[in-house]
């Protein structure tokens, strides 16, 4: 391809045009997570792109600390919504790996559970909001409801089809001579599983888990139906940051929204090269 | 010797295939049990209380949800439930609007990633962070940057003579206008990951012998990375349309399907009449009636695809 200094421009205007649209919007967030409140409503003349007056006290107020200019008080501090955001994601994660990669094995391997792909193709397909009438009659009957086991449990099995497909892919992948020498070592198969695969496959299990710890993490549809007061998550918590009384709670609520968009922004980063493979369910390799 | 080795058979005892297909059988088995539990048992549950008028504010537990039969009702109402029918043409639109922009716009950016240059690496990270932003936040950033005395305003007030105090989100238009945009902003990423994935993989030496041969890079593009890119795009597409189909996170934070129903796309409107209305049963019915008509279009899809 013969390729000109002016395409080389034209490349570069267009995607430094691409990153600062990429951006503003995160960056706007991070500004007003680090304004006082008079320069959260201010607008024309007033309005501030970088704060003036920068402060934590946005974070302060989250974490229950006096000393802000707001003068409402937190009936309830973040760090039980940060708590039921990790655990029912971590567990969730914990869930949905150990059944997606012994299933993908399974598979991969023996054949077994031919049905499971196309069942958990059709389990991504379905709006979460079709099948949460019986979710929401089963959990209230297991006494689930606002809990974050409850959760884990929900996010368990909506990510299965993730790391399911996923572990697949990285099994499909390995070579295996190393379980076949293994097997006539004298290795039972279950022991090749446990002592030979799993350990070589430590860095494809830690992406996949990763990735769907983000999607877990992600989650704001399925907490707002399940929980109601003691286990909400980061985002359910975030709503609730504004009333008829208060108002908007703008800076609080950017620095709320700092906290949850950090780990998975740098979760993402870690694990980028094997993005594109998690979300087209392996279909894609990079 | 350990008990295990005590205990296991000799090598001899039970054929590998057998062995094989024993521990393939329990290696499957959680994932067959989570999918029954969430698929099977609870599609049962729905299609039974979509047959009834039950509701939880009747006080009776669903099991005898039969006391209010009435039969097929639900899903004759569901014909003539406007509201219904407005939200699935809204979410259609959001869909038809959205996804094609996305693709475009990602495809452009991919091709202008497929050769290398300096700061790559940094440029193609950046880009693809507003993916890993949680919707619900993404929500929430939008919500801010579209206030009347917000950063977009006061951007548009640049190149009009009068400042522009457009309430975005309190009209009808502009809350669509800005629902999309939010939705362009998070997923073209995505688009650009998976295309820019699929580009990469295009023989290069095809398209430097097309050139050669005098193709312009119009024709190269037609005939050479369009068809390569065929089953990539496909994907692409249909991931988008799918995920864009149940927009919920993003749009209900911004602005909960208001002002009036303007915003309310299916997702919306099931979670307003499941959590306002409590009419659970005819919730149920539209939930069946969805998946019906989604799994009857997958099969479709996949057999177009297959052919």
Same mark, same amino acid.
């Given at each position: 391809?013969?390729?000109?200094?002016?395409?080389?421009?034209?490349?570069?205007?267009?995607?430094?045009?691409?990153?600062?649209?990429?951006?503003?919007?995160?960056?706007?967030m991070?500004s007003m997570a680090f304004k006082p409140v008079a320069e959260w409503q201010a607008t024309?003349?007033a309005l501030t792109?970088v704060p003036r007056a920068p402060t934590l006290d946005n974070f302060r107020f989250l974490f229950g600390q006096s000393g802000s200019d707001l003068i409402v008080a937190l009936d309830?501090k973040v760090?039980?919504?940060?708590?039921?955001?990790?655990?029912?994601?971590?567990?969730?994660?914990?869930?949905?790996?150990?059944?997606?990669?012994?299933?993908?094995?399974?598979?991969?391997?023996?054949?077994?559970?031919?049905?499971?792909?196309?069942?958990?193709?059709?389990?991504?397909?379905?709006?979460?909001?079709?099948?949460?009438?019986?979710?929401?009659?089963?959990?209230?009957?297991?006494?689930?409801?606002?809990?974050?086991?409850?959760?884990?449990?929900?996010?368990?099995?909506?990510?299965?089809?993730?790391?399911?497909?996923?572990?697949?892919?990285?099994?499909?992948?390995?070579?295996?001579?190393?379980?076949?020498?293994?097997?006539?070592?004298?290795?039972?198969?279950?022991?090749?599983?446990?002592?030979?695969?799993?350990?070589?496959?430590?860095?494809?299990?830690?992406?996949?888990?990763?990735?769907?710890?983000?999607?877990?993490?992600?989650?704001?549809?399925?907490?707002?139906?399940?929980?109601?007061?003691?286990?909400?998550?980061?985002?359910?918590?975030?709503?609730?940051l504004s009333s008829?009384m208060t108002g908007q709670l703008y800076g609080a609520k950017a620095a709320l929204g700092l906290?949850?968009?950090?780990?998975?922004?740098?979760?993402?980063?870690?694990?980028?090269?094997?993005?594109?493979?998690?979300?087209?369910?392996?279909?894609?390799?990079? | 010797?350990?008990?295990?080795?005590?205990?296991?058979?000799?090598?001899?005892?039970?054929?590998?295939?057998?062995?094989?297909?024993?521990?393939?059988?329990?290696?499957?088995?959680?994932?067959?049990?989570?999918?029954?539990?969430?698929?099977?048992?609870?599609?049962?549950?729905?299609?039974?209380?979509?047959?009834?008028?039950?509701?939880?504010?009747?006080?009776?537990?669903?099991?005898?949800?039969?006391?209010?039969?009435?039969?097929?009702?639900?899903?004759? *109402?569901?014909?003539?439930?406007?509201?219904?029918?407005?939200?699935?043409?809204?979410?259609?639109?959001?869909?038809?609007?959205?996804?094609?922009?996305?693709?475009?716009?990602?495809?452009?950016?991919?091709?202008?990633?497929?050769? *290398?240059?300096?700061?790559?690496?940094?440029?193609?990270?950046?880009?693809?962070?507003?993916?890993?932003?949680?919707?619900?936040?993404?929500?929430?950033?939008?919500?801010m940057?579209?206030?009347?005395g917000?950063?977009?305003?006061?951007?548009?007030?640049?190149?009009?003579?009068?400042?522009?105090?457009?309430?975005?989100?309190?009209?009808?238009?502009?809350?669509?206008?800005?629902?999309?945009?939010? *939705?362009?902003?998070?997923?073209?990423?995505?688009?650009?990951?998976?295309?820019?994935?699929?580009?990469?993989?295009?023989?290069? *030496?095809?398209?430097?012998?097309?050139?050669?041969?005098?193709?312009?890079?119009?024709?190269?593009?037609?005939?050479?990375?369009?068809?390569?890119?065929?089953?990539?795009?496909?994907?692409?597409?249909?991931?988008?349309?799918?995920?864009?189909?149940?927009?919920?996170?993003?749009?209900?934070?911004?602005?909960?399907?208001?002002?009036?129903?303007?915003?309310?796309?299916?997702?919306?409107?099931?979670?307003?009449?499941?959590?306002?209305?409590?009419?659970?049963?005819?919730?149920?019915?539209?939930?069946?009636?969805?998946?019906?008509?989604?799994?009857?279009?997958?099969?479709?899809?996949?057999?177009?695809?297959?052919?």
């Amino acid at each position: 391809m013969t390729r000109s200094v002016a395409f080389d421009v034209f490349r570069f205007a267009v995607i430094l045009i691409a990153l600062v649209l990429a951006l503003v919007p995160i960056l706007w967030m991070v500004s007003m997570a680090f304004k006082p409140v008079a320069e959260w409503q201010a607008t024309g003349a007033a309005l501030t792109w970088v704060p003036r007056a920068p402060t934590l006290d946005n974070f302060r107020f989250l974490f229950g600390q006096s000393g802000s200019d707001l003068i409402v008080a937190l009936d309830r501090k973040v760090g039980k919504p940060i708590l039921s955001s990790l655990l029912s994601s971590g567990f969730g994660t914990l869930i949905a790996m150990s059944a997606g990669t012994a299933a993908a094995y399974g598979l991969s391997r023996f054949g077994s559970g031919a049905n499971l792909p196309l069942a958990l193709i059709q389990l991504r397909l379905f709006p979460p909001m079709a099948v949460m009438i019986p979710v929401m009659i089963m959990w209230a009957f297991l006494g689930l409801i606002d809990s974050w086991w409850g959760l884990a449990l929900i996010y368990g099995i909506v990510t299965l089809p993730f790391a399911f497909w996923l572990m697949k892919t990285f099994f499909d992948d390995m070579p295996k001579e190393i379980e076949e020498a293994a097997l006539v070592e004298g290795c039972s198969r279950w022991r090749v599983f446990t002592r030979v695969t799993l350990p070589m496959m430590a860095a494809p299990l830690a992406a996949a888990s990763l990735f769907v710890f983000i999607l877990n993490w992600s989650d704001y549809l399925i907490a707002l139906l399940l929980t109601t007061r003691e286990w909400v998550t980061i985002p359910v918590y975030m709503a609730s940051l504004s009333s008829s009384m208060t108002g908007q709670l703008y800076g609080a609520k950017a620095a709320l929204g700092l906290i949850a968009a950090v780990p998975p922004v740098i979760l993402g980063l870690v694990i980028q090269k094997h993005l594109v493979r998690g979300l087209t369910f392996g279909a894609l390799k990079q | 010797m350990t008990m295990a080795d005590a205990r296991r058979p000799a090598p001899a005892a039970r054929p590998a295939a057998e062995d094989g297909a024993r521990l393939g059988f329990r290696l499957t088995l959680p994932a067959q049990i989570l999918v029954l539990f969430i698929a099977v048992f609870p599609l049962l549950m729905q299609l039974y209380i979509s047959l009834t008028d039950w509701s939880p504010l009747t006080g009776t537990a669903w099991p005898r949800a039969w006391e209010y039969w009435n039969g097929f009702a639900n899903y004759v *109402d569901l014909f003539n439930d406007a509201k219904l029918w407005r939200s699935i043409w809204r979410t259609l639109l959001v869909v038809a609007i959205a996804v094609p922009i996305e693709f475009l716009l990602g495809l452009g950016l991919a091709m202008l990633f497929v050769d *290398d240059f300096p700061g790559k690496k940094v440029a193609y990270s950046i880009l693809i962070a507003p993916m890993m932003v949680v919707p619900a936040v993404a929500g929430y950033m939008f919500f801010m940057l579209f206030q009347s005395g917000g950063p977009v305003n006061d951007l548009l007030s640049w190149f009009t003579p009068e400042p522009v105090a457009l309430a975005w989100l309190s009209q009808p238009t502009t809350a669509l206008v800005a629902v999309i945009i939010a *939705d362009i902003w998070q997923w073209t990423p995505l688009m650009f990951l998976i295309l820019l994935a699929g580009l990469v993989g295009v023989p290069q *030496d095809q398209l430097r012998a097309a050139a050669l041969l005098g193709a312009s890079p119009a024709q190269r593009f037609v005939t050479i990375v369009i068809p390569r890119m065929k089953a990539i795009m496909i994907i692409a597409i249909a991931l988008r349309v799918i995920e864009c189909l149940k927009i919920f996170d993003t749009l209900f934070i911004m602005t909960g399907g208001g002002p009036g129903d303007a915003t309310q796309t299916l997702s919306v409107y099931i979670y307003d009449i499941t959590t306002q209305d409590l009419i659970w049963g005819y919730v149920a019915a539209i939930a069946l009636a969805i998946l019906v008509v989604l799994s009857l279009g997958a099969v479709w899809a996949m057999r177009r695809m297959v052919r």
